[in-house]
C-alpha cells in the first residue's frame, strides 16, 4: 500500500481516484467492517480528514484498530472544541471543517482548556495532543496541508509515577473468584484468562489475539501479537498453564482457530474479556478499582520486586524503549537497596 497516497490535495477536494480511493472510502469499508457493530456505535466517525487519519494509521502505520478509533474519539472532540459544539451534544458523527484549517494556536488553547477547564491530568493531555499531532503530520505527509501546526506544541510535563499494582494477597482473591450462573466451560475459559493477565503481563486486546498454534505449553511460552504487529515469546508460570490446558479440554468445536471462544465459537473481542474481568473483580471482594491493565503492572512490579531485572521485564511486556519500562524504576531501586542492605555487612559491625 506504499506510495499509492496524492500528494498534493486539499480539505475540498474531490474524491480520490485509482488506489488513492481507498484511503478516502475507507471508514465504509475496512474500518466499519473491522468494528464491533460498528453501525450501532455512538463513537463512529464520518468526518473525511479523522477518516483519513485512520486509514493512513491503520495501512501504512500498522496500528491497532483499538489505538485508531482512540485517536478518533480525541479528535472528534478537538473538533467539537473548534467548533464551539454546546456542552452536552455528542461530538461523535459530525464534520469538522475546522480541522483543515486549525492553527498553532487553536491547539495551544485547547491544551490550555483541557488543563483549565476540564483538568485533565498531564499524561491524558500529552495524550490527546499526540492525537492532533498524528492527525496534522498524517495530513502533510498526504499533502492536505503544507505545514504542521502541532510540530511546536508541548504537551505539559508530567510525574512518572509508579503504576498501581494489586498486592500478592488480593491477587490470590482475584484469581479464586468464580462468577455465579458460568456454565463450566465459561467458569474454565475465564480462570484462563485471568490466570493469563497475571502470568505474562498480557494486554487485553493480545489475549484476543493468541490463537491455538502460539500455544507451546510444555515449555510454557505464548506468542504475542502485540501493538504494531510486532510479535513477542512470553513465558508463563505452571499455574496458568494448567489452567490453559483444563480450559482446553472444555474448549467448544470451532472452525476458529482463537485460544479463547465466546457464543457461537468466535474469536472472543478485547469489550468481551473487559467484561470477564469487571463481573470477576466485583465479586471479588476487592474494595479499590482495578482493571485488566493493573494486573499487566503487577506482573511487573512482582518480577521488579522479586529480583527480575528491567531489560527482562521490558521484553516480556513488548516496550520497544527501556524508557518506557523506566516507570518501574522506582521498585527496581527499592529492591535492590533491599538487596543491599541485606548482604553489605559493614552497617552490622559492631563498631560502625
Known amino acids: 500500500m506504499r506510495g499509492t497516497y496524492p500528494r498534493r490535495a486539499s480539505a475540498q ?37 479523522i477518516l483519513k487519519l485512520m486509514a493512513y494509521l491503520t495501512l501504512e502505520r500498522r496500528r491497532s484498530l483499538l489505538t485508531v478509533e482512540a485517536y478518533a474519539r480525541d479528535l472528534q472532540e ?30 495551544r488553547e485547547y491544551i490550555m482548556h483541557l488543563s483549565s477547564s476540564r483538568r485533565l491530568d498531564g499524561s491524558t493531555i500529552r495524550r490527546k495532543l499526540s492525537s492532533i499531532k498524528a492527525l496534522y503530520r498524517a495530513l502533510k505527509v498526504l499533502g492536505v496541508r503544507d505545514d504542521n501546526p502541532s510540530s511546536v506544541v508541548e504537551g505539559p510535563s508530567i510525574e512518572r509515577k509508579v503504576p498501581d499494582h494489586l498486592e500478592v494477597t488480593d491477587i490470590g482473591k482475584l484469581l479464586r473468584t468464580n462468577v455465579a450462573g458460568r456454565s463450566d466451560t465459561q467458569r474454565l475459559r475465564d480462570h484462563a484468562i485471568m490466570e493469563l493477565f497475571y502470568a505474562g503481563g498480557i494486554r487485553r486486546a493480545e489475549v484476543t489475539k493468541i490463537d491455538l498454534r502460539d500455544l507451546n505449553l510444555p515449555q510454557r511460552t505464548i506468542r504475542i501479537h502485540g501493538k504494531g504487529k510486532k510479535e513477542r515469546m512470553v513465558v508463563i508460570n505452571k ?24 457464543r457461537g465459537g468466535k474469536r472472543l473481542t478485547p469489550q468481551h474479556v473487559w467484561r470477564i474481568f469487571r463481573d470477576i473483580f466485583a465479586v471479588s471482594g476487592i474494595t479499590y478499582h482495578a482493571s485488566p491493565h493493573t494486573l499487566r503492572h503487577s506482573f511487573a512490579t512482582h518480577l521488579i520486586e522479586n529480583g527480575v531485572d528491567l531489560e527482562t521485564v521490558r521484553e516480556l511486556l513488548g516496550h520497544e524503549s527501556l524508557a518506557t519500562t523506566g516507570m518501574y524504576l522506582k521498585v527496581a531501586m527499592a529492591h535492590k537497596r533491599r538487596a543491599y542492605d541485606e548482604a553489605h555487612p559493614r552497617d552490622r559491625m559492631k563498631d560502625r
Do not use: W
Open 13 to 49: 477536494s474531490a474524491t480520490p481516484q485509482g488506489p488513492a480511493s481507498l484511503l478516502y472510502e475507507y471508514d465504509k469499508t475496512v474500518i466499519m467492517s473491522h468494528s464491533v457493530k460498528a453501525e450501532k456505535r455512538s463513537t463512529a466517525p464520518c468526518d473525511p480528514l
Open 78 to 107: 478537538f473538533g467539537a472544541y473548534l467548533s464551539k459544539l454546546p456542552r452536552g451534544q455528542s461530538s461523535s458523527g459530525r464534520n469538522y471543517p475546522q480541522l483543515a484549517k486549525a492553527t498553532t494556536s487553536d491547539i
Open 239 to 262: 499455574t496458568a498453564a494448567r489452567a490453559i490446558e483444563t480450559y482446553l479440554r472444555m474448549r467448544p468445536r470451532s472452525n476458529d482457530e482463537a485460544l479463547f471462544l465466546g
